[in-house]
């Protein structure tokens, strides 16, 4: 039974690279949440997808961030065009339809230079 | 805008003592409230997890309760151990139907062999 699974672990990008972050959520659940924690912040919600779909993308910033569930793979958070105060942990976590308790990955690590 | 607040900040204790961490949030409209543990590098792990309805939940050494009417909830940690070294994040469900969690900054707990 694995967790969730994000990778990479760490991710180094200089600015105006792009960066993609993926999750595998835990198996069989159909929903998929981003969280990201700044430095000396606490987590921050970003969006929530389920299976083809954004369900609430409330958190996230109107450029350059976009998310994907598609039906077949994992989950990615894509980040174009990166500047350094996007330097952060990048969380994913999942539930299965109607669970209320959210399973976290170990998180991505991304470092703009 | 629903605030969760986490005091205090830091907290470092000698190995066996009982302690408690002290969560707050500004709006009682919560459907849950949360407590995790989040290791250096690590996700989070979910510890426990309090409905709405519920005053108290427990789970070995770990006691946590909520107050909606005065917005609070507390972790206990009972008989301490070096192991529980850990940062702890409270985070409530808040508004609607998505399992949005919103976040405290965390208690930085040491525990002194």
């Known amino acids: 039974n694995a967790g969730v699974m994000q990778n990479p672990r760490h991710l180094v990008r200089r600015r105006g690279q792009e960066a993609r972050l993926r999750c595998s959520p835990v198996k069989g659940h159909s929903h998929v949440y981003w969280y990201r924690q700044l430095p000396e912040e606490g987590l921050k919600f970003m969006v929530y997808?389920?299976?083809?779909?954004?369900?609430?993308e409330s958190g996230m910033p109107k450029e350059r961030f976009s998310a994907e569930f598609p039906k077949e793979g994992p989950s990615i958070l894509r980040i174009q065009q990166v500047v350094r105060g996007d330097s952060a942990a990048y969380f994913c976590?999942?539930?299965?339809?109607?669970?209320?308790?959210?399973?976290f990955g170990s998180g991505t690590q991304l470092s703009v230079l | 805008k629903q605030e969760v607040t986490q005091i205090p900040a830091a907290l470092s204790v000698p190995e066996g003592e009982n302690l408690v961490l002290n969560c707050s949030f500004t709006?009682?409209?919560?459907?849950?409230l949360q407590w995790f543990r989040q290791d250096p590098g690590k996700g989070l792990t979910s510890l426990l997890l309090?409905?709405?309805?519920?005053r108290e939940q427990t789970s070995g050494r770990l006691n946590a309760s909520l107050d909606k009417s005065s917005g609070r909830s507390t972790l206990y940690i009972a008989a301490s151990q070096p192991g529980d070294s850990a940062t702890y994040l409270c985070a409530d469900r808040y508004g609607g139907a998505t399992n949005k969690l919103i976040f405290g900054t965390g208690t930085l707990l040491a525990v002194q062999p």
């Open positions: 309090i409905q709405s309805s519920q």
């Open positions: 976590a999942s539930s299965p339809p109607g669970g209320e308790k959210l399973f």
């Open positions: 997808l389920q299976k083809e779909n954004i369900i609430d």
């Open positions: 709006d009682s409209a919560i459907y849950n």
